[in-house]
């Protein structure tokens, strides 16, 4: 299986429109590949909470749009990030898709851990309440977004609902890149799965993101990882490993708190 994460570069002077067509011709230059990831609010920027509501956009709105017509096109299964979705009730959040290689929106995930700390998106985005997985022919994904990556009860339960690999995107700020390196390894030990967790590059909101999208295995070893800037990170993974590291080291038969045992 081969897996692409487009580390895209958000700069505020490109337009959200062109930035959109930009990605989707990103997307498609990945044909070839049968996932491929961008990573969180990359339309507008992680942290520009002053855009959030004139850039807000529907489901099914104009990414949407963009996004199921380039996995249509490369024939890949596409997780596309995040948008500011707007909600017919009109509450917004930070929802991420998945497209299927036909083009179809096959689900949604509202990020349930809100980051700000009583500002800008704690405030301005309301909360998910839905953990998803999504089912590919070779394996289940377990979705999750950004800030998700420092509670690890949800992980435990995307893997008591069956994922075998875990999709991050974020817009990760460069000040903590240590702590975004190091929770991406340890969510991959503790649950046996595979990480792959797509930052953004570039400064928006005068915030310097992180980059060093990465991708580790099931027993915690780094397969790839990108450097600051704008860039495809691609690696073939081998779905297998995830069944083959929990037999020979079963450690999540033995859990005694907590979610349901996987």
């Known amino acids: 299986m081969r897996a692409s994460l487009i580390q895209i570069g958000v700069d505020?002077?490109?337009?959200?429109?062109?930035?959109?067509?930009?990605?989707?011709?990103?997307?498609?230059?990945?044909?070839?590949?049968?996932?491929?990831v961008l990573p969180e609010l990359w339309p507008v920027g992680a942290f520009a909470a002053d855009l959030f509501a004139t850039e807000a956009e529907p489901l099914t709105g104009p990414t949407h749009e963009a996004m199921a017509a380039a996995a249509r096109d490369a024939g890949v299964w596409?997780?596309?990030?995040?948008?500011?979705?707007?909600?017919?009730?009109?509450?917004?959040?930070n929802t991420s898709l998945v497209f299927s290689p036909d083009g179809q929106l096959v689900a949604s995930y509202r990020k349930i851990h809100r980051f700000?700390?009583?500002?800008?998106?704690?405030v301005l985005l309301g909360a998910g309440d839905?953990?998803?997985t999504v089912g590919l022919p070779e394996t289940t994904l377990g979705l999750a977004?950004?800030?998700?990556l420092r509670f690890p009860e949800l992980f435990r339960q995307l893997v008591a609902d069956g994922a075998q690999m875990l999709v991050?995107?974020?817009g990760w700020p460069a000040r903590?890149?240590?702590h975004w390196s190091l929770l991406a390894r340890?969510?991959?030990?503790?649950?046996?799965?595979?990480?792959?967790?797509?930052?953004?590059?570039?400064?928006?909101?005068?915030?310097?993101?992180?980059?060093?999208?990465?991708?580790?295995?099931?027993?915690?070893?780094?397969?790839?990882?990108a450097g600051p800037d704008e860039e495809v990170l691609t690696v073939d993974l081998d779905p297998a490993k995830v069944g083959k590291t929990r037999a020979d080291f079963p450690v999540l038969r033995d859990r005694v708190l907590g979610l349901d045992r996987p």
């Open 145 to 148: 977004t950004c800030y998700d």
């Open 78 to 93: 596409l997780h596309a990030g995040s948008i500011v979705e707007r909600a017919p009730d009109g509450i917004l959040y």
């Open 168 to 170: 991050v995107p974020a």
């Open 12 to 36: 505020p002077a490109e337009s959200v429109n062109s930035r959109r067509a930009r990605a989707a011709s990103l997307v498609r230059a990945q044909a070839g590949s049968d996932l491929v």
């Open 130 to 132: 839905r953990v998803v």
């Open 176 to 178: 903590r890149r240590a």
């Open 186 to 225: 340890a969510r991959a030990v503790e649950n046996q799965t595979y990480v792959l967790a797509c930052g953004t590059a570039g400064t928006h909101a005068d915030v310097e993101q992180a980059g060093h999208s990465v991708v580790v295995d099931p027993w915690g070893e780094v397969l790839a990882e």
């Open 116 to 122: 700000g700390f009583d500002q800008g998106e704690a």
